[in-house]
């Protein structure tokens, strides 16, 4: 039986929407993501994986046991099956650019959505390669779509190749990685590994051991309504302060588009609401917990000075977490870090020790007892209409895995 490739698997699956729902209540937050789970399982008993499930919250876990005589670890791989809120994954077009030449790429002409090589200086660095966009109306999806891509083309290596050496294997495709609730609904025993990686990154050869510290915060405005015909000296507008709390943020510093490297931000992300009460939303990351509870001070701080200047309104900040920095727990297993630069190294590409502004399901795996570093997938311009991999990036990152897999299977 001939199995797909890595492209068709990939183009399989950008085709099907899987966007998650940062507003949902529900897990998965989104019915649609259980789709792609459906078209996951028989996939991976085709691979000759066994106990694979989807389980009631939407997980696809499968295992496959080592082909190695003396005792091996189990390794987990993982990847999610959801994409960004922020843009529509709704009728993916994915657009091939075979045999790039360093052009500027137009993915609609009608929209003036062109894919720049002065914004994506890395572009260059693909010449002869197959690029792969959406066409201009969706993300591609390749966050995380590339990553499931890749570990069942793994998989369909080690069925081909059976004598290619493996550990115990566990593979876990997680919904809602994108708002933060990826491993919500699943426990470090529940997948059974000793380490795990997501193959979730973005640069080649880059291997993620830091995140983000991640919080959720949210300012709560009361106002008064009254009909705006007899309103005066009774309205007390929540709109009104909500924009103002907003304003008053730092304009030059503390936001996405004002911030790199190691600097954090606050994000405000979603408002709404009427005069009667309304909702800001943020978004709070920093690579230390200090720096959170900075920022978190900060915006109580404005909210409160901005309400006590409407008499009669009233504010309240309420703060979730949502992640801590990974590097605390990847720091004393400095094995699970090594080998996989070692098989970066064993494909062909210079490893590089890199940190992530975002989270992955490995954050919180790591604090649950797995540690879960992050690999690169190649991709690039994730939740945006922008976004583009390359295929020949995708089959070096799945050469690493069956490096990295043959690297833990070897006697120590």
Known sequence: MKHPDILERFLSYVAIDTQSSDSSETFPSTAKQKDLAAKLKPELEELGL???????????????????????????????????????????????????????????????????????????????????????????????????????????RLHSHPELPRP??????????????????????????????????????????????????????????????????????????????????????????????????????????????????????????????????????????VTAEFPGARSEVKVTESYRNMKVVLDRYPEVLQKAEQATQMAGLNPKRASIRGGTDGARLCFMGLPTPNIFTGGSNFHSKYEWIALEDMRKTSDTLVHLLKLWADKT
Request: proline fraction near 4%.
């Open 50 to 156: 066994k106990d694979v499930q989807v389980t009631p919250w939407g997980y696809v876990l499968a295992g496959l046991d080592s082909n190695q005589t003396h005792k091996v670890p189990t390794i987990a791989l993982i990847a999610h099956m959801d994409t960004s809120p922020a843009v529509s994954g709704t009728g993916v077009r994915p657009l091939l650019h075979q045999n790039y030449q360093g052009q500027d790429l137009v993915l609609s002409a009608s929209e003036n959505i062109i894919l720049k090589t002065s914004d994506n200086p890395h572009l260059l660095e693909k010449i002869g390669k197959t690029i792969i966009t959406a066409s201009g109306n969706t993300l591609l999806g390749a966050d995380n779509k590339a990553g499931i891509a890749i570990i069942m083309d793994t998989l369909t």
């Open 168 to 305: 115990n294997l566990k593979i876990v495709f997680t919904p809602d990685e994108e708002t933060g609730r990826g491993v919500e609904h699943i426990t470090a025993a529940e997948i059974g590994a000793d380490f795990a990686y997501t193959i979730d990154g973005e640069k080649m050869g880059e291997v993620e051991d830091e995140t983000f510290c991640a919080d959720s915060l949210e300012v709560k405005i009361t106002g008064i309504n009254v009909h705006p015909g007899f309103a005066k000296n009774k309205m007390v507008n929540a709109v009104k302060i909500a924009a103002r709390i907003i304003e008053r943020l730092p304009q030059q510093t503390l936001s996405p588009e004002t911030t790199e490297g190691r600097e954090g931000y606050v994000h405000p992300h979603h408002l709404s609401g009427n005069e009667e009460a309304a909702t800001i939303k943020f978004l709070i990351r920093d690579f230390t917990e200090p720096g959170l509870r900075d920022y978190e001070a900060l915006i109580k701080k404005i909210s409160d000075d």
